[in-house]
């Protein structure tokens, strides 16, 4: 059992002490390059032939597999390289480079293949890449610009010597222009304008800080002269009140007897004032006020009637404006009631003459129809109906002659009756042409009331004797 047991135990040791030669740990700062069988690493493939271990730990088979560091430390280098700007002018670089192997599989593959056996070198083959690209942009560059702008210069080599580094495994870190060195005296030269204007301005503000001086020294000895003089000012003020008060103290006797005389005139004064406002005040309530107050009755009194009549005047001139606006009012109404009047009368008049007219007119109308029928009845019957003013009509030629003398007697008056009467057949005949002609004319037309045209008057030679003395004696009849 005891042999068990240390058999156990001697087993156990014996693994741990194998199991602690293979189980290698990469520390923070290195790579473990484990070559020795095929592996596969992520982002390499297949068929690298060793494998990478960064940050933790890995077992490695003893006598098969070799383990190897590479170190992921920083490394510096200092580079001094001569160039020549594109100026032609010579010029000396120094500068401070940091890189190191970088931290993705990739680098640290380059960096196993070009550097795990020459770590020593990694610090000379960088400083070689860094110095021929450095050489190469400074050539582009004017020593201005390389002045002026340091950044630009490092960039441009960061940025030109990236790939050459990316091949080599490493990565920098930091690229620092230190110094740049003229030889030929260039820069110094072309400071020398600024210089000289920087010592222009000194001069510049050295004058003037010099006149500025000399400025506050006068002004202060002004002002020194200027505290004399109002101190001398003020010790003769001074004085001069000293003189003032004694010449004051002298008088005081003879100013305080006429002061006490004038005060007793200021009493005698204020005495005569309040007797005077005495008198005053007894004037005013002996006579002004009664007559103050008479004139305010007279005032007020006289207001009272000359409101009343005011009050009378306006009454009697509203009392005629109502009865003014009353009658106009009345005169309206009458007006408007006269109008609706006319204008009732009006329309009446105007449909009665409005209904005759077309009681006229159908007259007419029948008329002409019967006068296109037969026109000798119609002709007849108007002449029969009118035939009491046809002979009226002819009779009329008598009724202006006074005295008539027939030269052949009872033969003779009947003559002038038949003439009378044949004005009705005249106006027959006319009427006769009228209808043949086209219809009857203004003249022979029937009138609006349906009457008889009116018979055409014949001037008939009457003999008759005016009752006067002719031209001749042997009293002989005159024709009118």
């Known amino acids: 059992m005891l042999y068990t047991v240390l058999a156990v135990i001697g087993l156990l040791v014996v693994l741990i002490v194998v199991f602690k030669l293979m189980w290698r740990v990469a520390e923070p700062n290195e790579a473990l390059v484990i070559s020795g069988s095929r592996h596969h690493t992520e982002g390499l493939g297949e ?43 010579p010029l000396r670089v120094q500068s401070v480079v940091i890189f190191k192997v970088g931290d993705d599989y990739v680098s640290i593959a380059n960096a196993a293949r070009r550097f795990l056996d020459q770590q020593k070198q990694m610090e000379s083959r960088v400083r070689k890449v860094l110095a021929g690209h450095l050489r190469s942009i400074v050539g582009g560059l004017t020593v201005e610009d390389m002045i002026r702008d340091r950044e630009k210069l490092t960039a441009h080599v960061r940025a030109a010597s990236g790939s050459d580094m990316e091949k080599l495994g490493l990565i920098i870190d930091s690229l620092q222009i230190q110094e740049i060195d003229d030889p030929t005296g260039y820069i110094q ?27 506050a020294e006068q002004d202060a000895t ?12 003020q010790q003769a003020g001074y004085q001069a009140e000293r003189d003032e008060a004694t010449a004051r103290s002298r008088q005081a006797g003879p100013l305080a007897e ?15 004032e309040l007797e005077a406002m005495r008198r005053e005040q007894q004037l005013q309530a002996d006579v002004r006020k009664p007559a103050d107050a008479q004139a305010y009755e007279t005032r007020t009194r006289a207001q009272a009637d000359r409101d009343a009549r005011i009050s009378a005047a306006e009454a009697s001139a509203r009392e005629t404006e109502l009865a003014a606006i009353a009658d106009a009012e009345a005169t309206k109404v009458r007006g408007l009631a006269a109008a609706e009047a006319t204008l009732a009368t009006g329309k009446a008049t105007a449909e009665a003459a409005r209904a005759k007219g077309l009681a006229e007119a159908a007259a007419i109308a029948a008329r002409a129809a019967a006068l296109a029928e037969n026109q000798e009845a119609v002709v007849a019957q108007q002449l029969a109906e009118n035939w009491p003013e046809i002979v009226r009509a002819g009779a009329e030629a008598f009724g202006n002659v006074d005295h008539m003398v027939l030269l052949n007697g009872g033969d003779g008056m009947g003559d002038l009756f038949a003439k009378a009467l044949t004005m009705g057949g005249t106006g027959l005949g006319i009427a006769r042409q009228l209808l043949s002609s086209g219809g009857p004319t203004a003249d022979t037309a029937p009138s609006a009331n349906g009457s008889a045209p009116k018979a055409v008057r014949v001037a008939v030679d009457v003999e008759t004797d005016t009752g006067t003395e002719g031209d001749n004696d042997d009293d002989t009849p005159s024709r009118h």
Do not use: W
């Open 189 to 215: 030269s072309m400071a020398a304008p600024h210089t000289a204007a920087v010592h222009r301005d000194a001069r510049i503000a050295q004058a003037l800080a010099n006149r500025k001086a000399t400025e």
């Open 47 to 89: 068929g690298m032939g060793f494998r990478i271990v960064t940050g933790r730990g890995t077992l490695v088979l003893p006598f098969v597999q070799a383990v190897r560091k590479l170190s992921l430390d920083l490394n510096e280098a200092e580079l001094s390289v001569e160039c020549v700007t594109t100026q032609g002018i």
């Open 258 to 272: 006429a002061a006490s005389r004038q005060e007793v005139v200021v009493q005698e004064t204020r005495v005569a």
């Open 222 to 233: 002004a002002r020194m002269a200027q505290a004399t003089r109002d101190s001398e000012i």
